[in-house]
């Protein structure tokens, strides 16, 4: 059948799990009425969704780390860590790359290799192969929510396994997972598998069990312009709620300007908020999370910790629902379980110190989220008149027409023209558009601002120059910045 955003059908979507629940042994042991009675006996404080809800009413930014390791003794290990020295608020499950790209058997013989070693052989936790009772040992493990990180465009058995499993956050969406994490997948595919995804968190709902469902905004971890993250937040909030989500997260990485960063985190919940209410979808809660950096970290300790905490009071002072963590291991790989606490608590220092900063009514934060709304409108409108008022299919088509770009996006069906630069004030702009319809304004707005530093810093604005050396900005070491 042709692509459409229309909510996949009740019988069109029983065929469906079964033949995806018949790829892999573990998926016999998936039955939905029990499963919904796991989710309804535990406690509120254990289910993400209204933990993502209280959240926002108290006003409270929680922390929530990353963390996966390839055996079932090693998961309960490291969540306890997280929970117990970390405090997280919210304790993640990573799943490894075999899972992610749905290599189960590989994954089954990295377990072996695990377990034969001593040592975790894997980037994450299988948890296909491990299946619902042990998902559920982990969910006994740690008195907080879970959510699963699962980093791909195919989360089809991983989805159902998790949920049937206890774990009550899904974070992964079908445009932002598709034109940042997978090369040959088309976005059309992407979408499909990810309305399954959003069908099943509603069928779900529809049986009295909220499950939080989350869009990874921060796309390709490089210098993404807010206004490129938060499209993509509106169009897969668009297409969860279609399929009758009601409980959906958005997610933006750290530019890590101050102002730059509240006014995105308080135009993402704006527009997303704006366009679900123009499609007639007004119940449908989108909190805000932020990411600390998500491009090149230092190899440094010292630097390191200060994104972290700096990073920390980025999310608190605008007014995140939750920030996601990272460590002062970030630059050498997947962190110990004890440098990722860590990174937690530093973080949760610096939301304390920061609670009560606000932005509101500061001029150049004003300027700043008008300038961002400005910049969303119009290409959102492009794509749904694209689409005939149809999301899924607008935005592939505007994929294909240029209409919508992802800078150094990996995947074949997406021009990857646009160039985002930093600017003198350390603001992401946009040096080159590409094929984007942005209003003359807009794209004035942009070049003026990176024209500044290209004059100061005497190097050529039509090159990509300013581009590549806004990637390496970061982790370059710190004695090249110095006078
Ligand atoms: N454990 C902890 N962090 C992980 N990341 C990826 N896999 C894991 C894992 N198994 C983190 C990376 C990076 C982010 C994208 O995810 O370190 O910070």
């Known amino acids: 059948t042709a692509l459409t955003q229309e909510r996949i059908p009740d019988d069109a979507f029983a065929a469906m799990r079964r033949d995806n629940l018949a790829r892999w042994p573990t998926g016999a042991a998936v039955d939905l009425a029990e499963a919904v009675a796991f989710h309804q006996a535990l406690p509120e404080h254990k289910r993400l969704a209204p933990v993502m809800r209280r959240a926002v009413a108290e006003g409270r930014?929680?922390?929530?780390?990353?963390?996966?390791?390839?055996?079932?003794?090693?998961?309960?290990?490291?969540?306890?860590?997280?929970?117990?020295?970390?405090?997280?608020?919210?304790?993640?499950?990573?799943?490894?790359?075999?899972?992610?790209?749905?290599?189960?058997?590989?994954?089954?013989?990295?377990?072996?290799?695990?377990?034969?070693?001593?040592?975790?052989?894997?980037?994450g936790f299988p948890i296909v192969n491990y299946g619902v009772a042990a998902a559920r040992e982990l969910v006994a493990e740690v008195e907080k929510p879970t959510i699963l990180l699962t980093g791909t465009s195919m989360p089809k058995l991983t989805g159902e396994i998790g949920f049937a499993g206890g774990f009550s956050g899904y974070l992964g969406s079908g445009i932002a997972y598709t034109v940042s994490y997978i090369k040959e997948l088309s976005i059309e595919d992407g979408i499909r598998n990810y309305q399954y995804l959003d069908r099943l968190a509603a069928l779900y709902q529809e049986h009295g069990v909220e499950l939080h469902r989350r869009q990874p905004g921060f796309l390709t971890g490089t210098n993404i312009?807010?206004?490129?993250?938060?499209?993509?937040?509106?169009?897969?909030?668009?297409?969860?709620?279609?399929?009758g989500v009601?409980?959906?997260?958005?997610?933006?990485?750290?530019?890590?300007?101050?102002?730059?960063?509240?006014?995105?985190?308080?135009?993402?919940?704006?527009?997303?908020?704006?366009?679900l209410g123009r499609l007639?979808?007004?119940?449908?809660?989108?909190?805000?999370?932020?990411?600390?950096?998500?491009?090149?970290?230092?190899?440094?300790?010292?630097?390191?910790?200060?994104?972290?905490?700096?990073?920390?009071?980025?999310?608190?002072?605008?007014?995140?629902?939750?920030?996601?963590?990272?460590?002062?291991?970030?630059?050498?790989?997947?962190?110990?379980?004890?440098?990722?606490?860590?990174?937690?608590?530093?973080?949760?220092?610096?939301?304390?110190?920061?609670?009560?900063?606000?932005?509101?009514?500061?001029?150049?934060?004003?300027?700043?989220?008008?300038?961002?709304?400005?910049?969303?409108?119009?290409?959102?409108?492009?794509?749904?008149?694209l689409g005939d008022g149809d999301v899924a299919r607008g935005t592939v088509r505007a994929f294909e027409a240029g209409?919508?770009?992802?800078?150094?996006?990996?995947?074949?069906?997406?021009?990857?023209?646009?160039?985002?630069?930093?600017?003198?004030?350390?603001?992401l702009r946009i040096l080159d558009p590409g094929d984007m319809p942005f209003p003359a304004e807009v794209r004035e707005y942009h070049a003026e601002?990176?024209?500044?530093?290209?004059?100061?810093?005497?190097?050529?604005?039509?090159?990509?120059?300013?581009?590549?050396?806004?990637?390496?900005?970061?982790?370059?070491?710190?004695?090249r910045l110095l006078p």
């Open 61 to 123: 930014c929680l922390t929530q780390p990353r963390g996966g390791v390839g055996t079932l003794e090693g998961q309960k290990a490291l969540m306890r860590t997280l929970d117990r020295d970390g405090m997280a608020d919210i304790v993640p499950l990573t799943t490894d790359s075999y899972t992610r790209n749905e290599r189960f058997a590989e994954a089954e013989a990295g377990v072996a290799e695990s377990e034969r070693q001593g040592r975790s052989m894997l980037n």
């Open 225 to 243: 312009p807010p206004c490129i993250a938060i499209m993509t937040c509106v169009l897969d909030a668009l297409l969860a709620a279609a399929q």
């Open 246 to 275: 009601r409980n959906y997260g958005l997610e933006l990485g750290q530019c890590l300007h101050v102002v730059q960063d509240a006014a995105a985190i308080a135009a993402c919940r704006e527009l997303v908020q704006e366009y």
């Open 280 to 385: 007639g979808y007004t119940d449908v809660f989108t909190p805000v999370t932020s990411l600390h950096w998500m491009g090149a970290w230092p190899y440094d300790d010292a630097q390191s910790a200060a994104l972290v905490s700096w990073g920390g009071a980025l999310a608190a002072l605008g007014g995140a629902a939750s920030v996601t963590t990272k460590s002062v291991h970030e630059a050498y790989g997947i962190p110990t379980a004890e440098a990722n606490a860590e990174g937690l608590r530093m973080t949760r220092m610096a939301i304390y110190l920061a609670r009560s900063l606000r932005l509101d009514g500061l001029p150049e934060y004003e300027r700043e989220k008008a300038q961002i709304h400005a910049e969303v409108r119009p290409i959102i409108d492009r794509v749904l008149e």
């Open 403 to 427: 209409v919508l770009d992802i800078p150094w996006s990996p995947n074949r069906h997406v021009r990857g023209r646009l160039l985002p630069a930093r600017d003198d004030a350390g603001y």
């Open 449 to 479: 601002r990176l024209r500044d530093r290209a004059a100061h810093e005497g190097v050529d604005f039509d090159s990509p120059e300013l581009a590549i050396a806004s990637v390496y900005e970061i982790s370059e070491e710190l004695r």
